[in-house]
């Protein structure tokens, strides 16, 4: 098997104001891509997840990234380094979708600290991309696990996971 791609982040914006005489206008546009081949080097991957999964109210979903998770094409994944997380929460949820902080087994190579979290709120999104060789190291039985939680009771969250990564 073989996976190529983009990552690609873009803000554009224009941003006005209204003065006695004019509107001044200020246009803005930021983007970064990064062309990922297929391989376990700088700049590659060779491994892809991405799913549709829903959490019920004060849930967790812990993804075991060595050895659990599948491909769409059916094959078990074993992830030893991620090279791209992508996290977006449905709109319609009424609670946050939180990445990070599992229990035990943490995979943390992406934050400063084992108990760090990111609160993604009804219809936004998070990503982070290391394209390096080096990539978020992944340890199958002691750093394998990313959760995805459910911010409080009351209603269920849905959420639009994808993470690239290396097989070596």
């Known amino acids: 098997m073989a ?90 949820n009424t609670n946050s979708v939180v990445v990070g902080g599992a229990a035990s087994n943490q995979f943390v190579a992406w934050v400063g600290d084992a108990t760090d979290k990111v609160n993604i709120l009804p219809g936004g999104a998070f990503m982070l991309c290391a394209p390096s060789a080096a990539g978020y190291a992944v340890a199958a039985g002691s750093t394998d696990v990313l959760r995805i939680a459910n911010s409080s009771s009351g209603t269920s969250v849905t959420y639009n996971i994808a993470i690239e990564g290396t097989s070596a």
């Open 3 to 92: 996976l190529t791609g983009d990552v690609i982040f873009k803000l554009t914006a224009t941003y006005t104001s209204a003065k006695d005489l004019s509107t001044v206008t200020d246009p803005f546009a930021i983007s970064n891509t990064i062309a990922l081949s297929s391989g376990t080097g700088a700049n590659q991957a060779d491994l892809l997840f991405h799913d549709t999964r829903t959490i019920a109210a004060s849930g967790t979903d812990d993804l075991d990234l060595a050895g659990s998770l599948t491909d769409s094409l059916g094959a078990t994944l074993t992830f030893v380094k991620v090279k791209t997380i992508y996290v977006s929460a449905a709109s319609g």
